[in-house]
């Protein structure tokens, strides 16, 4: 089970820092996602970050200015998202992925098939 907060209200150049809380003891064995989704459009990936922590990708969107970490003893991966900008507004989504450690991971972490467990949804609302 996930479970994702820390979403709100920010103006234009503002930060907030999304946390997902994982229940379950393989936490760190599981590659782990964020995606968006801004009303009538798909969702969408932003970050990704592997089971160890030690590789992570972004979306170009969202690049130099939003971080994924994860701290494995806590089952815990957090979103800082700073200089956030009105486009980013979304429901934003952790996942964990399909397999365990697994070279195909590196190859499919952007896309929403390849992640089977996902969190409730924060909403982030960035204003002009």
């Known amino acids: 089970q996930l479970q994702a907060s820390g979403g709100g209200l920010v103006q234009a150049g503002g930060s907030l820092r999304l946390t997902c809380a994982a229940s379950g003891r393989t936490f760190s064995s599981y590659g782990m996602g964020w995606f968006r989704q801004a009303p009538g459009k798909e969702r969408e990936f932003v970050a990704a970050?592997?089971?160890?922590?030690?590789?992570?990708y972004y979306s170009e969107s969202v690049k130099g200015r939003f971080t994924i970490s994860r701290d494995n003893a806590k089952n815990t991966v957090t979103l800082q998202m700073n200089s956030l900008k009105p486009e980013d507004t979304a429901v934003y989504y952790c996942?964990?992925?399909?397999?365990?450690?697994?070279?195909?991971?590196?190859?499919?972490?952007?896309?929403?098939?390849?992640?089977?467990?996902w969190g409730q949804g924060t909403q982030v609302t960035v204003s002009s």
């Open positions: 996942a964990r992925s399909r397999v365990g450690v697994s070279s195909a991971w590196f190859g499919a972490f952007r896309s929403v098939n390849e992640y089977d467990y």
């Open positions: 970050i592997s089971w160890s922590g030690v590789n992570t």
